[in-house]
Every structure is written in C-alpha cells, then in structure tokens.
C-alpha cells in the first residue's frame, strides 16, 4: 500500500466533534522533506542537557525532572517541597532516577545524561508511563505497574473479564474514513493472537472501546505535547479509550516525517488489554517509535505477556 499521510486535526470544542482539515492525501517527496527538516520537539531541551550529571546546576534540568516524573522514574509524591523537586538542580535523585531509565532501556546506567541516553529520550514515545515506583521520594503510594520479565502488566493485572471477550469499538465523529482501516487491521493483527474479537460499532458512544484524535490538554489529565513529543495514549481494562495526538503527521505506512497509524494502534490496543511496556525494542510494547518507522507484527514477547496475563 501507498503511503498516505493524514493532515493536522481542527478540533471544534462545540459538541465534541473532530473535523478533519482534509483527507488523507501522499506528499510530494520535498513536502515529506520540507515537514522533516521544520519539525521541532517538546523534547528537545535534552539536547542542552547532554553531558550533564550530579552536581550540575543548569537551567532545564527542572524539565528533564519533569520528564523522569511523567514516564515513571521520579516521583516526589505528597514531598512537592522537597529541596530540589522544582529547581535546576541534578542532585542524587536525579541521578538515581537517570540510572532507572538507562537500567530499563539497557543502556550503560552512569546516571549522566549522555549520548544515547539523550537520543532515546529525544525519540517520540507512548504517553503512558514505563512504571511508577522504580524511584519514589514518597513510598506511601502503591506501585502502579508491576514487571514480569520483559513485559509488564498495570496495577492489580487489570483486564478485561470473560464476558468482555468480544468487544466492540468506534471511532469519533468527524474521523476521516482513510485512517479507520489502519486502525481496524491493528485490532485484526490483536485478535489473531488471543482469544479477543473484535467488531465495528456503528455508535461511538455505545463501543466499548473509543478511538479519537485530541490536542493538547483533552480533559483527561494526560495532556498532548504538540508534534515530536507523545504520539498517543491509552487506558488499562476496562475503560476503553485511545487517543491519538492530532498535532502529529499521520500516515498510511512507512513516510520520513511521518507516524504510522497502524503501528500506533497496535501499541495503545495493548495498553486496552492490559499490557503496560516492554522493555525489548522489537516488541509493539516498546514506548518508543520514530518516523518513517512501521511495526506490524506481535512480537513474542507482547504474546507470552497478553497470554500470561490472562492464564493469571
């Protein structure tokens, strides 16, 4: 199949609906080009980071904290006025926390920001977080994720009970009709490998599981970062909704600039049964995708996770 990409989103407050710009529509290699090379990322205060580690005091490592917090490496909990929680300040904390991340992503874990570290940081991502509790100031809150081998699974293994079997999906008003099918195949590539079925219902608000494409801060409290940063995010069984980040450039298949619908989806559809991350890079699991990037098949680790989840 042809590459197409899908135009940025305007979202109309009014009643809810999402009305695209145009449809879906394959750029001329100097657009692709043109797109790549204008491109910025929320992400991209790491670069001044680079080579940073503890005793630094340099403006941005606020941010990099806030990053450790979102994905899951540092949290400060109920502590918000601890010594260093809103300075510039990369104390042991932070270094502990870099270590966390390196540690996951299996990179050398020095606790300094280096190379390859910053380079995976700087890759756009899944906007759920990798785990909670890997680094906590606070330990009177409960882990949220707990990890088996490579896979994990969300707090208190939710999952979908045995009724729910066959669930059905919709996608939001206003969806352009060359981005369902996408969509519809990653679900077909899920049901293929457990024992889930899944089926198109013609109104979104009666689906089980609801797709749509949002900006910024959408209500959940999960808030859109704006093209390079979080592509999209889901919830664990049984509150069935992926949102997908509108402000990204979308296509149909592999396009330099671009993100694939179908490769998104089938990370987030994981997110609805009740995987959390992996840690291996070829896994659909893996928070992290670049563009031009298409994954298309269940690695065996997402299968053994979705299979174990549900033998628990």
Not at 139 to 156: A, L, P, Q, T, W
Not at 270 to 286: C, D, F, N, R, W
Request: hydrophobic share 30%.
């Amino acid at each position: 199949m042809a590459s197409k990409t899908l135009p940025p989103f305007t979202i109309l407050t009014l009643n809810l609906l999402f009305i695209p710009l145009s449809l879906l529509s394959c750029p001329t290699s100097s657009e692709s080009q043109s797109h790549t090379n204008s491109s910025s990322s929320p992400f991209e205060f790491l670069e001044h980071l680079k080579g940073s580690h503890k005793g630094d005091h340099i403006q941005g490592i606020h941010d990099l904290k806030l990053y450790l917090e979102k994905f899951g490496y540092l949290s400060y909990g109920n502590d918000k006025n601890h010594t260093h929680a809103d300075d510039d300040d990369f104390d042991d904390v932070v270094e502990s926390a870099v270590k966390d991340y390196q540690h996951y992503y299996h990179l050398r874990a020095t606790g300094t920001l280096d190379g390859k570290t910053v380079s995976k940081m700087m890759t756009p991502r899944c906007g759920v977080p990798d785990h909670i509790g890997v680094h906590k100031i606070d330990n009177s809150k409960k882990d949220h994720i707990n990890e088996v081998s490579h896979y994990s699974f969300f707090s208190k293994k939710q999952k979908w009970p045995p009724a729910k079997y066959q669930l059905t999906y919709a996608f939001a008003p206003g969806t352009p009709s060359e981005a369902k099918s996408p969509v519809a195949q990653a679900f077909q590539t899920w049901a293929a490998s457990t024992h889930f079925k899944f089926r198109r219902h013609k109104d979104y608000k009666k689906a089980d599981i609801k797709i749509s494409f949002e900006q910024g801060d959408h209500g959940d409290g999960s808030s859109f970062d704006g093209a390079g940063g979080i592509l999209a995010h889901a919830y664990a069984p049984t509150y069935g909704k992926v949102h997908y980040d509108a402000d990204e450039p979308w296509s149909v298949g592999a396009l330099e600039g671009y993100y694939d619908l179908e490769t998104v989806a089938l990370h987030e559809i994981g997110h609805l049964l009740g995987l959390a991350h992996s840690s291996v890079e070829g896994a659909i699991m893996y928070p992290y995708i670049s563009s031009g990037v298409t994954k298309l098949d269940l690695h065996h680790d997402d299968i053994h996770g979705i299979r174990a989840l549900y033998k628990s």
